[in-house]
């Protein structure tokens, strides 16, 4: 299993760039299962959660082609399979993006159960509930989901649950609703980007989607879906981490590409405590509404605090990013996680470095402290293993920081863009060495580990308010 060894106090410097977005390439490659394809997709971040994903859709049914680094073009071969095996879904929660298409196009799907996880409790009734509405039959049956209808129904559905919208369940079921017959119309639909590129390429698929980015999405079912292009957009995850690695080391970075409009809460946020953010870059024709930020730290961090709600307000999944800055601030912040109450292991994790963290349910104390020093840490998921990585590049001394596999699965080669920016990370495997994913241009998804590092460089300043 892989780890990071970071060297902390190296202010990060100069031109950092942004991948295209996990969740929102995710359920719009699921999304091929739709449509009769191609589906040509570009800006796709080389992840192993897309690599899990590319696994699953190859048993569906689905040929993969990787014409350039970060193209993918995806061919429906056949459309008989209809079963998500465990042993794929259990990998990655983002398979359950697979039922709505799956059903919707084959009139039957069935998915294993996606299971516990890290961050909470994650269920997915709202899904059901939503599919049920459009008239598929809906059994649990050994561990799966099993759902059936020969054509789905127009219908009024209300996705607003205990702790907001459903990001993945809006797009489960705006998906099967494309090519249900009649009109759908989503309320309490979830707001967040994702959803929205996922609809603009259903929509150049051919399906009559409108209402993106509202709490109310109207959808006018089809017969069929084709062929698409379509570009993914910036990860705004990836980006909000960026701009906190060079928040937390003291650092300067010019960011792109960023879409300001996807942003707006995190960088209130990021203002507060004192970073300074201002665009240079204006859109091009080729990337509309997308720029390049520069993102100066703050001499001194200044406390502050934030509730992670769903769009557009501060995501839950920079919380635990966010709290790493937070906890070498000048003064208490307070964090509450309203989407996921329960996601807060980076805290005890964050403790080990010299955080002093206090947690109340949903919502975390953290009492900024002068300097954080390195020691062993492990994260249990995606963010908070970022999280760790940021503290550890503040903190004086060495950090290891091991499940490196979970910052893999979203981060799209993290180490070597930290390093560029001046960072000081070596990548070591217990027993194969290095190995960030790798973009299989020309043949068949899978991963290679030819990892590599770029040098670091030179002063070493840990992040302190004294220096
Ligand atoms: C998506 O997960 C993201 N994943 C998550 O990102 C993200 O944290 C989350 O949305 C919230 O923004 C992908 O897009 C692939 P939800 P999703 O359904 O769709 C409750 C990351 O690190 N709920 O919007 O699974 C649920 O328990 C990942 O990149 C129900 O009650 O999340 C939670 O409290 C982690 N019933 C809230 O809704 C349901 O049927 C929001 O969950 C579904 C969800």
Redesign the pocket.
């Known amino acids: 299993m892989d780890k990071f060894l970071i060297e902390g106090g190296q202010p990060l410097t100069g031109p950092a760039e942004v991948s295209g977005s996990?969740?929102a390439a995710?359920?719009i490659m699921a999304a091929v299962l739709a449509s009769d394809g191609p589906l040509e997709l570009t800006a796709v971040p080389d992840l192993d959660d897309v690599h899990s994903l590319l696994g699953l859709l190859g048993t569906l049914g689905v040929h993969a082609e990787f014409p350039a680094e970060n193209q993918l073009k995806l061919v429906v071969e056949t459309t008989r399979p209809h079963v998500a095996d465990y042993d794929l879904v259990r990998r990655m929660?983002?398979s359950i993006?697979v039922l709505g298409p799956l059903l919707a196009r084959r009139g039957r799907a069935c998915v294993s159960l996606p299971g516990g996880c890290n961050?909470?409790?994650?269920?997915?009734?709202?899904?059901l509930k939503g599919l049920a509405a459009l008239g598929a039959d809906i059994r649990v049956q050994q561990g799966y989901v099993v759902a059936e209808a020969e054509r789905l129904r127009g219908n009024s559905v209300f996705l607003g649950?205990?702790?907001?919208?459903?990001?993945?369940?809006t797009c489960n079921i705006m998906t099967a609703a494309a090519l249900a017959e009649g009109r759908t119309v989503i309320e309490a639909a979830?707001c967040?980007p994702?959803v929205v590129d996922l609809g603009d390429c259903l929509n150049q698929m051919g399906a009559r989607i409108q209402g993106l980015g509202t709490p109310r999405i109207e959808i006018e079912g089809v017969e069929r879906l084709g062929a698409a292009r379509h570009r993914v957009i910036p990860d705004r995850?990836e980006a909000a981490t960026l701009l906190i690695a060079a928040a937390i080391t003291g650092g300067q970075i010019d960011i792109s590409p960023v879409r300001p409009d996807h942003l707006v809460a995190v960088c209130e946020i990021l203002e507060q405590t004192g970073m300074r953010i201002e665009q240079l870059a204006t859109e091009t024709v080729s990337a509309p509404g997308q720029v390049t930020w520069r993102a100066t730290a703050p001499d001194v961090i200044a406390p502050t605090s934030f509730t992670a709600l769903?769009y557009p307000g501060v995501?839950?999944?920079i919380q635990a990013q966010l709290m790493a800055l937070l906890c070498l601030a000048d003064g208490i912040s307070v964090v509450t996680d309203k989407?996921?109450p329960d996601r807060f292991l980076h805290a005890a994790e964050l403790a080990r470095l010299g955080a002093r963290i206090t947690r109340d349910g949903p919502t975390a104390m953290i009492h900024g402290v002068e300097r954080l020093s390195g020691a062993n840490v492990m994260a249990g998921?995606?963010?908070a293993s970022a999280a760790l990585v940021l503290a550890a590049l503040a903190a004086s001394g060495t950090s290891t920081v091991r499940r490196i596999y979970h910052l893999d699965r979203?981060y799209q080669r993290l180490d070597g863009k930290l390093n560029r920016l001046g960072a000081d990370v070596i990548r070591t495997g217990d027993s194969r060495g290095p190995s960030p994913p790798h973009w299989d241009t020309g043949t068949t998804a899978r991963p290679d580990h030819s990892g590599h590092r770029v040098a670091g460089g030179q002063g070493k300043n840990p992040r302190s308010r004294s220096s």
Not at 119 to 125: E, L, M, V
Not at 161 to 169: A, D, I, N, R
Request: contains cysteine.
């Open positions: 996990k969740n995710l359920p929660r983002a993006c961050i909470g409790h994650r269920p997915i009734d709202l899904h649950g205990p702790f907001g919208s459903t990001v993945t369940g979830a967040e994702e995850i769903p995501p839950t999944d989407v996921f998921d995606l963010r979203g």
